[in-house]
Structures are given as C-alpha cells and as structure tokens.
C-alpha cells in the first residue's frame, strides 16, 4: 500500500505521524511509503533519515495526497487540508469528532473512512493510542500550571511543592484516567498536595497507593466544589471514549476560586469539562476569566514532538500495518476507531454527540 505521511499544520505542531525507524518496518513490508518534506523535522528526524530506510519525500501537502491512499497523520485535518482528501483516502489520526461537528460533516461529504487514535479500544475498554499522548498531557498540565503560577505570568506567585515552614500548594485533578494520573504523580512528586476525582473505584485505588500526598475521592458533586473552591491549580481530565466531555466545572464554581490560581483543561479536545474553557493553540495559549489563568490548547504534547512523536509511532506501528490489510475491520479495537464511513457516522458516541 502507498502510506503518506504530510506534515502537520496545526500552530506550532512538532510532532509526526511515524518517525523514521517506524517507516523502515513498513518498507521492509513492501509498502511505499511518502514523507512531505521537513514533515519530520521538528521531531529529531530530518529528511534524510527517511530517506535512509527507504521513504519518498514528495515536495508538498498536494502531491502527498494525490499520491497516497492511505494517510497516517497527527492531529486532524484543518480546513485548508479538507479540499485535499479524497473518497478512496483511508485516514488513520486524531480526530476528537465530537467536539468539530464542521469536519465531522466534511468528513461525511468527501466519503473517505477515517478512524480515529483516539477511539480505538481493546475488549477491556483501553485506548492504546491515546494513552502515551494523555500522559504526555498530564504531566504538561503540571508543568505548565506550576509555571503560569509565577507572579510574572500573572499568578498568585506560589511555589506549587512549597518549603519548610511554607504552604503546600493544592492541585485538584479530574479524572483518574492516564492523563488525570500524569498531572497528579508529577504534582505529588513536586511536594504538592493532590485531590484527584473520579468515579472509578479501581482507579482511584490504584492511583491513592502511588504517593502519600495524593487524596482520591469519588467524584460527588459537592466534594468537587468545595475542593474546586481550594485549588491553586485545577487540572480537567475527563474522558468519554468518543463522546463530547461532560462539563463538570461550572463558571460559579471557576468564580469560587482564589484570583491568580490556574486552569488547565486537557479535555479541550473533546469540548471541555469546565465551563469557562474554549480551545485556544501555542500561539495563545492560555486567557483569563474571573481573574482565573485558563491553559486550553488542543494538542498539548506538541510541544514536546520528539518524545511525543517517539511514544506515538510506537503505540500505532502495529494497528498502521494491520490496516494494510483488507480485512482491517475484523480486527475488533480498529472496528471500534471506527468513526466516519463512507459519509455515513460509525461510533456511537459519536453519532449520539452529533
């Protein structure tokens, strides 16, 4: 099969579809495989290290996918990339579809199959492709939330982990899910004391044993509130496997917060679980409300492309070369990423979000 991989065109997007090592496997099955040229670039992986294991480099975004059947890529197509794919284009990215009713219906006109990283799911309900990302994500949410704290980005000039004979700073994190545990492992091992919530039990005992400075609760809507109201930093981590993420903070309960504390809501991919979010990009990434610093960009782990890219190739090798087969869809977690076919909408949750 011919695999193309373009280079990304979401602001300030580092990461790669597949680094180079990943496209020797695939040559060395007998697939051709295309690069956009400097697609790899911001990852560690120059052109010529593909070129090395045997991939084309094609000039721009329009030979790639005039040439290429199937198109491996990171983030999902932005507007001025719709024009480009085709009905007989098999597109394998992440897609979050419940949140872009737009490209969702653009999805559906052009006729093309599109599964979605982030809706392939194993029998037990894992999200192989979207786990190294989310945790690439919560540990990002940690680090930039203990950033934007400092008095000179606007925060309330809090050292989040605290010293002897100071104020410990308080973390809350929603969700106990891969991302949800990232922030609040990194949080804890800064010294910070952490409340994290959820409504799994198994996860959040398997998260209280990690650290003595993480709290879990189950996710009471009360509880949350009044943790909330404490927090100097509040970390958004809900997750709904292809469903748009349910709002969990509302814009009184943001208000009870002390001016100068942070947001960071990962689940901005999906929506949003708080109120007060909207999407925002690394070019701007982050505003306030309420006197509240709100973090919202969309593709977090971008900004550490060449371990992001690193951990990603690896996650979607196998499903990327299970799909060169004709008999994908007997293959039950790719039938579940499963989201757009043929013009018509093939998730659930999907289909319910729209």
């Known amino acids: 099969m011919r695999i193309g991989i373009p280079k990304e065109t979401k602001p300030l997007e580092g990461r790669v579809g597949l680094i180079a090592p990943a496209c020797a496997d695939l040559v060395a099955q007998g697939h051709e495989v295309l690069l956009e040229t ?17 991939v084309k480099i ?42 872009e009713p737009a490209l969702t219906q653009a999805l559906c006109d052009i006729g093309l199959i599109a599964v979605a990283f982030e ?18 994500a919560g540990r990002l949410a940690t680090q930039i939330g203990t950033h934007l704290l400092h008095r000179p980005q606007g925060g309330k000039g809090l050292l989040l982990g605290g ?17 949800g545990c990232g922030a609040a492992q ?15 039990g198994d996860r959040l005992a398997a998260l209280h044993d990690t650290a003595a400075n993480i709290n879990t609760h189950y996710a009471y809507q009360q509880a949350v509130e009044q943790q909330v109201a ?35 809501d990962i689940s901005v991919d999906q929506g949003g679980c708080i109120a ?29 492309p060449r371990t992001a890219s690193q951990a990603l190739s690896a996650a979607i090798l196998p499903y990327v070369m299970r799909l060169t087969h ?12 499963l989201n757009i076919q043929a013009g018509h909408i093939m998730h659930p949750a999907l289909l319910a979000a729209m």
């Open 163 to 179: 010293l002897p004979g100071t104020e410990r700073g308080k973390v809350v994190v929603l969700g106990a899910g891969a991302a």
């Open 119 to 136: 809706t392939v799911e194993t029998e037990v309900g894992d999200l192989p492709l979207l786990q190294p990302m989310s945790i690439i």
């Open 276 to 304: 007060t979010t909207h999407p925002t990009n690394y070019l701007q990434p982050t505003y306030e409300r309420h006197g509240i610093t709100h973090f919202a960009v969309t593709n977090m782990p971008g900004a550490v």
């Open 230 to 264: 404490q927090a100097d930093l509040l970390v958004g981590a809900v997750l709904l496997t292809g469903a748009k993420a349910p709002q969990v903070v509302s814009e009184t309960m943001v208000k009870s917060m002390t001016p100068g504390s942070v947001i960071v």
């Open 326 to 337: 004709d008999d994908w869809i007997d293959h039950q977690p790719l039938k579940r990423g």
């Open 58 to 99: 094609v000039p721009d975004a329009s030979t790639l996918y005039q040439h290429a059947l199937f198109i491996v890529k990171v983030k999902e197509p932005q507007a001025a990339e719709w024009a480009l794919l085709r009905a007989d284009h098999l597109l394998f990215c992440y897609l979050h579809l419940a949140a």
């Open 38 to 54: 400097n697609a790899g670039l911001a990852s560690g992986y120059p052109d010529q290290a593909y070129v090395n294991v045997g």
């Open 186 to 200: 990194l949080a804890a091992a800064m010294g910070s004391q952490v409340d994290v919530f959820d409504k799994r």
